[in-house]
Nanobody
Framework: QVQLVESGGGLVQPGGSLRLSCAAS????????MSWYRQAPGKERELVAA????????NYADSVKGRFTISRDNAKNTVFLQMNSLKPEDTAVYYC????????WGQGTQVTVSS
């Protein structure tokens, strides 16, 4: 069965950095795009970043452009989200999602940006 397991969340001060990881199993990881989403309390889930299967194409939400970087290591079946210059409004649960004919979601990891 497909599994997506996020890690790397935590509490960080404004201006700080975190690196999220999502370890995938149960499908041919290198064949599919991957995405990061986030959801804050009382708000809709939003797309943060996406990356193509080979890692050559990436796109970002306007709110994180220039601060976040999505990447992947297909040999390790892992997708990453490097988050720099974090702001309080980045506080949310972050989820990774697989592409392909059926979307699979991880359980999420909490990111809290606060002083």
């Amino acid at each position: 069965q497909v599994q997506l397991v996020e890690s790397g969340g935590g509490l960080v001060q404004p201006g700080g950095s975190l690196r999220l990881s999502c370890a995938a199993s149960g499908f041919i990881f290198s064949s599919y795009s991957m995405s990061w989403y986030r959801q804050a309390p009382g708000k809709e889930r939003e797309l943060v970043a996406a990356i193509t299967s080979g890692g050559g194409g990436r796109n970002y939400a306007d709110s994180v452009k220039g601060r976040f970087t999505i990447s992947r290591d297909n040999a390790k079946n892992t997708v990453f989200l490097q988050m720099n210059s974090l702001k309080p409004e980045d506080t949310a649960v972050y989820y990774c999602k697989s592409g392909g004919p059926r979307a699979y979601w991880g359980q999420g990891t909490q990111v809290t940006v606060s002083s």
